[in-house]
């Protein structure tokens, strides 16, 4: 197998329950059909589906990247939580990534989600160590800091050493090209605290959905979680059409100027 160009890492499967409809055996093969030898899975808030994952990413050949999406409280805005991937590097990020989203469930949970406070990872227990961390592209608490840049000078730098001093050289700041508004302005800023920084970026793609007609089936699964209807012109449109699946060769126009 040549060297890969892109591996996803980012994967909401049909174990995310609100936002993805993604199936664990068929992401697998559209990894394996790509040649991309390794697959993430990082789900809203759980882990529920890891076990099965792994189990078929090893029958395929694939290797299994363990993880999850969460939600980190906003001490200012309790609405609106920032998002952190969080990916396994060995075994012990394993354990400290179950206890912490145990935790969130069973000591912070707000407005039906599992919040993760970040005091948590600093604290003597190091539940941080052995995870590897991704800023969370324009939901992530950086990207909020960099939108405020403008009135708080210095204020993203502070976010980003917060970080670092939780992860070190395990911390990635995160852009993404699929679809959502703000992108390209927060893409631009991002780059620029991480040169300033010398922290390594990576480029990710919100899989919801693995092909691009299944647009609509995830939209309705998004409805029922939340009480709306496909037609209301009023619901809150949290997704893209562009959140399938996309191939190495798709993601690698997607950032050609960015190789």
Same mark, same amino acid.
């Given at each position: 197998m040549s060297f890969p160009s892109f591996v996803h890492l980012r994967l909401h499967s049909e174990y995310s329950i609100v936002d993805g409809i993604a199936r664990l055996d068929a992401a697998v093969d559209k990894a394996v059909a790509n040649g991309q030898p390794a697959l993430a899975i990082t789900d809203l808030a759980n882990t529920f589906g890891a076990i099965k994952f792994y189990k078929a990413a090893r029958s395929k050949g694939v290797k299994p990247i363990l993880g999850a999406d969460v939600w980190v409280t906003n001490e200012t805005d309790q609405d609106k939580p920032y998002r952190l991937l969080l990916l396994v590097q060995n075994s012990q990020g394993y354990r400290n990534l179950c206890e912490l989203i145990s935790r969130a469930w069973l000591k912070n949970s707000t407005r039906d989600r599992g919040e993760i406070r970040l005091e948590w990872l600093q604290e003597s227990s190091r539940l941080g160590e052995g995870l590897i961390a991704l800023s969370g592209a324009i939901y992530g608490e950086l990207a909020d800091a960099l939108q405020k840049s403008v009135r708080q000078p210095?204020?993203?730098?502070?976010?980003?050493? #917060?970080?670092?001093?939780?992860?070190?050289? !395990?911390?990635? &700041? /995160? *852009?993404?090209?699929?679809?959502?508004?703000?992108?390209?302005?927060?893409? !631009?800023?991002?780059?620029?605290?991480? *040169?300033?920084?010398?922290?390594? &970026?990576?480029?990710?793609?919100?899989?919801?959905?693995? /092909?691009?007609?299944?647009? !609509?089936?995830? /939209?309705?699964? &998004?409805? *029922?979680?939340?009480?709306?209807?496909?037609?209301?012109?009023?619901?809150? !449109?949290?997704?893209? /059409?562009?959140?399938?699946?996309?191939?190495?060769?798709?993601?690698?126009? #997607?950032?050609?100027?960015?190789?």
């Open positions: 210095g204020h993203a730098d502070e976010i980003l050493a #917060k970080y670092l001093a939780i992860f070190g050289d !395990r911390f990635y &700041v /995160e *852009i993404q090209r699929a679809g959502f508004p703000g992108e390209e302005g927060y893409l !631009r800023q991002a780059l620029a605290i991480a *040169i300033k920084h010398d922290v390594p &970026v990576v480029a990710t793609h919100p899989i919801q959905f693995l /092909e691009p007609e299944d647009f !609509r089936s995830h /939209e309705a699964r &998004v409805c *029922i979680a939340e009480g709306e209807t496909l037609a209301s012109a009023k619901r809150s !449109r949290r997704f893209t /059409e562009q959140q399938y699946f996309c191939s190495q060769e798709e993601m690698q126009e #997607k950032f050609s100027d960015l190789p």
